[in-house]
């Protein structure tokens, strides 16, 4: 049995879950977000949680039923809190800004980047280094970060360019000059 899989998803009384077949839809007031289960999988609600079984005992099946769990539990995560990624931009001249719906980046290129968000992300921008995604879909928010940070990855020299904001940059030591 899988120990992921086995877990309940607790639900909150501002979710609103629709079981269909092939797929659960979960929702609340203002964000709906849709996984689909492909029939190796039951989802059943009791009470105030969610249960995902798996519908057979092979070998398809088993790994499946760990997945689904994960991914229910955080469409329902996200419709209730939603997730966040937060970037910080490193560099002298580096900045960023909010036009509307997309992202103006200064990031030391001859041209400003100009990135519009998807629809469900929105971006926050701090003191003009500090990037906030939000969002309720998980893997949406955390592939516009990697976008976001792909525009200019941190370099191990000088440190500059854009990170999240635990990342750890490695140092590497510049040239050791004449001796």
């Given amino acids: 049995m899988s120990r992921i899989g086995k877990q309940p998803i607790p639900l909150t009384d501002k979710v609103n879950v629709e079981i269909k077949p092939n797929s659960v839809v979960v929702k609340n007031s203002n964000t709906e977000m849709h996984i689909l289960t492909h029939g190796h999988v039951a989802v059943s609600q009791e009470g105030n949680e969610l249960l995902v079984k798996r519908n057979d005992d092979t070998q398809q099946s088993r790994a499946y039923h760990g997945l689904y769990r994960s991914l229910i539990g955080n469409a329902v995560h996200g419709v209730t809190t939603g997730w966040s990624k937060t970037l910080v931009l490193n ?40 990037i906030t995604v939000t969002g309720a879909d998980k893997a949406l928010v955390g592939q516009v970060a990697a976008k976001i940070r792909g525009f200019r990855p941190p370099e191990p020299f000088l440190g500059k360019g854009v990170k999240y904001e635990d990342e750890y940059i490695r140092r590497k030591a510049g040239k050791s000059g004449a001796k």
């Fill in 91 to 130: 560099g002298v001249g580096y900045r960023a800004s909010l036009k509307g719906t997309s992202l103006e980046l200064t990031l030391g290129y001859s041209h400003p980047i100009s990135y519009p968000l998807p629809d469900g992300i929105t971006a926050k921008v701090d003191k003009q280094t500090k």
